[in-house]
């Protein structure tokens, strides 16, 4: 059982937006603005999309964002395209035993 | 350009001591606020943090492992090894070396990661 919890999947056309939920708790998400999200494809380096709740690396599509409400963060990707298909990862850092990790969330681009 | 690169066995014998390194360029971990971190995925399952350490050589480590787990930092060579004692079958997994920084805690450069098996 992870300690975020996250969707098993979700699946949308191209061009469309999906939204994907993390729910934290009062010790992650609902008391520190550093949740992450990370972009997985297979045998690659899982890749930096969303830092500090809302913020975009640089090189990130705008497609991209994320936000927070409470102890729930969501990562939305809007114009849905293809090589978005990707497992997706919410993190949060959570004080003394630092970082927490959603259990994955499976997006097909249908 | 920060990249992150992990080597070790492929496989390892239950109660066997698993050795891992990160090694990396593109930043110093003498610099003020940056880490080194070590996640694992097993097959299938969901990511998990198990341990930190600061160019202060400040050492933090999940603490459902911590009795397990080592880390240490190579300044010089630009190295972070992650020792596991005692492995288990369960402890079967994808381990990753991720860079982060203190100011932002975010985990924000990963390497490609090594699958560590633990079979007899």
């Known amino acids: 059982q992870s300690a975020l919890t996250q969707p098993p999947s979700a699946s949308g056309s191209p061009g469309q937006s999906v939204t994907i939920s993390c729910s934290g708790t009062t010790n992650d998400i609902g008391v520190y603005n550093y949740v992450s999200w990370y972009q997985h494809h297979p045998r690659k380096a899982p890749k930096l999309i969303i830092s500090?709740?809302?913020k975009r690396p640089s090189g990130v599509p705008h497609r991209f964002s994320g936000s927070k409400s409470g102890n729930t963060a969501s990562l939305t990707v809007s114009g849905l395209q293809a090589e978005d298909e990707a497992d997706y990862y919410c993190?949060?850092?959570?004080?003394?035993?630092?970082?927490?990790f959603g259990g994955g969330t499976k997006l097909t681009v249908l | 350009q920060i990249t992150l690169k992990e080597s070790g066995p492929t496989v390892v014998k239950p109660t066997q001591t698993l050795t891992l390194t990160c090694t990396f360029s593109?930043?110093?971990?003498?610099?003020?606020?940056?880490?080194v971190g070590w996640i694992r995925q097993p097959p299938g399952k969901a990511l998990e943090w198990l341990a930190v350490i600061f160019w202060s050589d400040d050492k933090r480590y999940s603490p459902s492992l911590k009795s397990r787990l080592t880390i240490t930092k190579d300044t010089s060579k630009n190295q972070v090894v992650l020792t596991m004692t005692n492995m288990d079958p369960v402890d079967t997994a994808t381990y990753y070396c991720a860079h982060t920084l203190s100011t932002t805690w975010t985990l924000d450069f990963w390497g490609q990661g090594t699958l560590v098996t633990v079979s007899s």
């Open positions: 593109g930043f110093s971990l003498s610099t003020s606020g940056v880490g």
């Open positions: 500090e709740v809302s």
């Open positions: 993190s949060a850092y959570a004080g003394s035993n630092f970082w927490v």
